[in-house]
């Protein structure tokens, strides 16, 4: 079975510019979840959606960081200008439901210059 | 603000030790405590987890300790290997929201 898939794995990107990075989460699985890793911060939840819908949105990242689920079998992550502090790796994960176990991607490292 | 958090950043224990990672959270709605697993380069892998009606759950040489009235629990790790070094993250869930994460606990392992 495919676990969840992140893409591209590496992104580096001048201020200003927008980005997206793409996540397949594991087929079936009807919640999709975007976290940012930092190491000060740990994972900090930017976006959670359960069968398509988008069910929460992490407050303090709501005005340049913007996900969709335009199927079952894809999300996208758009981060709208960057920023050099929006350097973290980004990982996306599925899950069955809540309250289950959460299968997670690779990640993706960004890097704003 | 942080609603999982990790006491230490760091631990480093001896081949053979048992280690002990702790955690603490605020709501008291969550009812789910994973832990993950992280190697370098990796997504986190679920590790063990546990609900909040139980304050002991054991597999292998991983056991959850949870304290409800507290609202904190540790992670212990018998006789770590130094395979076992990796960072560890706590969290914590419900029916309702997505589980939230604590910062993590890096933990080596030495031979």
């Known amino acids: 079975d495919a676990g969840v898939t992140q893409t591209p794995r590496h992104e580096v990107a001048e201020k200003g510019q927008t980005i997206i990075l793409k996540c397949e989460p594991v087929s079936g699985h009807n919640d999709l979840f975007w976290y940012r890793q930092t190491k000060i911060q740990g994972l900090e939840l930017l976006s959670y959606?359960?069968?398509?819908?988008?069910?929460?949105d992490g407050g303090a990242f709501k005005d340049r960081f913007k996900a969709e689920m335009l199927n079952s079998s894809f999300s996208t992550l758009k981060i709208q200008p960057t920023e050099p502090k929006d350097s973290a790796v980004y990982l996306c994960?599925?899950?069955?439901?809540?309250?289950?176990?959460?299968?997670f991607g690779p990640g993706t490292r960004l890097t704003v210059l | 603000q942080q609603q999982v958090r990790q006491s230490s950043q760091s631990l480093t224990v001896w081949e053979g030790e048992t280690a002990i990672l702790n955690c603490s959270y605020e709501?008291?709605?969550?009812?789910?405590f994973p832990w993950y697993q992280q190697f370098p380069g990796e997504g986190p892998a679920l590790l063990i987890a546990i609900r909040s009606v139980s304050d002991k759950k054991e597999d292998g040489r991983f056991t959850i300790f949870f304290n409800k009235r507290e609202k904190n629990l540790s992670l212990h790790i018998k006789d770590s290997q130094p395979g076992d070094s990796a960072t560890y993250f706590c969290a914590a869930g419900n029916n309702n929201n997505a589980p939230r994460f604590g910062a993590g606990t890096k933990l080596s392992v030495k031979p």
């Open positions: 709501n008291s709605a969550f009812d789910y």
């Open positions: 994960a599925s899950s069955p439901g809540l309250s289950y176990e959460q299968y």
């Open positions: 959606f359960r069968s398509k819908s988008l069910m929460e």
